[in-house]
């Protein structure tokens, strides 16, 4: 929240940006139970997938460029 504050505070993004930690939150929980894995692993995991989609992402438009 605070971060919203410096950028001018902003209600609806904030309450978006906040909902966003249990989406993330939920999805390490569920990965660490279906792999039965700690959490601090299942966090590194879904972030780099995450980084790896990005890198994907990126690499298609600099082609399309």
Do not use: C
């Given at each position: 929240?605070?971060?919203?504050?410096?950028?001018?505070?902003?209600?609806?993004?904030a309450i978006k940006r906040a909902s966003g930690i249990y989406e993330?939150?939920?999805?390490?929980?569920?990965?660490?139970?279906?792999?039965?894995?700690?959490?601090?692993?299942?966090?590194?995991?879904?972030?780099?997938?995450?980084?790896?989609?990005?890198?994907?992402?990126?690499?298609?438009?600099?082609?399309?460029?």
């Open positions: 929240n605070v971060v919203n504050e410096l950028e001018g505070y902003q209600q609806e993004r993330i939150l939920y999805r390490v929980l569920e990965k660490s139970e279906k792999e039965n894995i700690p959490t601090h692993k299942a966090a590194t995991l879904l972030a780099e997938e995450r980084i790896n989609q990005v890198k994907k992402f990126k690499q298609g438009t600099a082609e399309n460029s």
